[in-house]
């Protein structure tokens, strides 16, 4: 919603310093960032191993305008921003959480659990024009006798009674082999999300009634929900020094700023994990989907590796954290020589032996 304190968190989170105000429908455009994505062990193994450079991954994420009622009609800010969250693969839904007179809350009264209902019905009635055109253009083939098209439209009407029901695509069954009958429709609702209630600063710790609202409506839901207070890593944002950033953060409460967790929950929310390589001149992270095998791996490193793979020799984070080197792994017999199928998990170290 607008004046969620949205483009502040988002400003947080990147270098990218987009305007915030105090007046809703203020902006006329998204703004985009890529960031990246605080990983604690980059920093344990650049002390085993210390090296030029470390990478970390990224994510881009995208800061949608305020969305009010009537927004899939045009309300507001309207259609031209449900296109650039259609574009998305996941969605971060920022919930004001928190009271200010001189920043009246556009529905008059701060009630985050409201919000959620108004944004899901917004998207839902979007999704139900998207499926209603598909069912136009299914419907003949399907009377023809056409076996797909009948199927398709089966999964089709299913998907509409689900939405015309006030519930959102991601929350309804459907067999793997028909998600193909609306894959191209990458409706909003199907999208997975994570939540994040904005608080004030003095519940940046341990949240506030209005985070328990949150957490009592969405506790049967499978979802991710968290908190930070948005001003607050505003001013952590604007330290440069580390050491007085640590200060701050120790004042406020915090080991860490809480954006930190909320960019790691998005990169998970993604499906996403987290491999290492190393050299003697660079640690890097790289992105795989959770159940990549060694091979796609090493394609996502360079082409050649993956047509050229041979094996992948493997050193688990907390193998090498504990016994501090490659050569400490290798004698303790913590170095696995692994084929082209084995499945690649978070914080496997990986060096691929390959030749074209």
């Known amino acids: 919603m607008a004046n969620a304190g949205k483009t502040t968190i988002f400003n947080c989170m990147s270098s990218a310093k987009a305007e915030t105000t105090i007046y809703a429908f203020s902006s006329s455009k998204s703004n985009v960032s890529v960031i990246n994505v605080p990983d604690p062990r980059l920093d344990e193994l650049a002390k085993l191993h210390p090296v030029e450079k470390v990478i970390q991954v990224t994510v881009e994420i995208v800061d949608i305008p305020g969305l009010t009622k009537g927004s899939n009609k045009g309300e507001g800010v309207g259609n031209k921003f449900l296109a650039d969250i259609?574009?998305?693969?996941?969605?971060?839904?920022?919930?004001?959480?928190?009271?200010?007179?001189?920043?009246?809350?556009?529905?008059?009264?701060?009630?985050?659990?409201?919000?959620?209902?108004?944004?899901?019905?917004?998207?839902?009635?979007?999704?139900?024009?998207?499926?209603?055109?598909?069912?136009?253009?299914?419907?003949?083939?399907?009377?023809?006798?056409?076996?797909?098209?009948?199927?398709?439209?089966?999964?089709?009407?299913?998907?509409?009674?689900?939405?015309?029901?006030?519930?959102?695509?991601?929350?309804?069954?459907?067999?793997?082999?028909?998600?193909?009958?609306?894959?191209?429709?990458f409706l909003l609702t199907a999208k997975p999300?994570?939540?994040?209630?904005?608080?004030?600063?003095?519940?940046?710790?341990?949240?506030?009634?209005?985070?328990?609202?949150?957490?009592?409506?969405?506790?049967?839901?499978?979802?991710?929900?968290?908190?930070?207070?948005?001003?607050?890593?505003?001013?952590?944002?604007?330290?440069?020094?580390?050491?007085?950033?640590?200060?701050?953060?120790?004042?406020?409460?915090?080991?860490?700023?809480?954006?930190?967790?909320?960019?790691?929950?998005?990169?998970?929310?993604?499906?996403?994990?987290?491999?290492?390589?190393?050299?003697?001149n660079e640690i890097r992270a790289w992105t795989i989907k959770n159940g990549t095998t060694a091979q796609q791996a090493a394609g996502v490193i360079h082409s050649d590796m993956e047509r050229g793979f041979i094996r992948a020799e493997v050193m688990k984070y907390v193998d090498f954290r504990s016994l501090g080197s490659e050569h400490a792994c290798r004698e303790k017999g913590k170095l696995a020589v692994e084929g082209k199928n084995y499945i690649v998990t978070d914080g496997d170290i990986l060096h691929i032996r390959f030749n074209v």
């Open 86 to 185: 259609r574009n998305s693969d996941a969605l971060i839904h920022v919930l004001r959480c928190f009271d200010d007179e001189k920043l009246p809350h556009i529905d008059g009264s701060v009630d985050p659990v409201r919000d959620i209902e108004t944004i899901d019905f917004e998207l839902q009635l979007k999704d139900l024009e998207s499926v209603n055109k598909k069912i136009q253009q299914v419907e003949k083939a399907a009377k023809s006798g056409d076996k797909d098209s009948a199927r398709g439209m089966e999964v089709l009407k299913k998907v509409r009674a689900h939405l015309d029901s006030f519930k959102n695509v991601r929350n309804l069954k459907i067999d793997g082999a028909d998600k193909k009958y609306i894959d191209d429709l």
């Open 193 to 280: 999300v994570m939540y994040v209630c904005n608080v004030n600063d003095g519940d940046a710790v341990k949240g506030n009634k209005y985070v328990d609202q949150v957490n009592e409506d969405l506790k049967e839901k499978d979802t991710v929900i968290i908190f930070v207070a948005g001003q607050l890593e505003a001013e952590i944002s604007e330290f440069e020094d580390e050491d007085d950033r640590a200060e701050f953060l120790k004042e406020a409460g915090l080991s860490e700023p809480g954006v930190n967790r909320l960019i790691r929950s998005a990169y998970s929310l993604l499906d996403l994990v987290s491999f290492f390589t190393m050299n003697k």
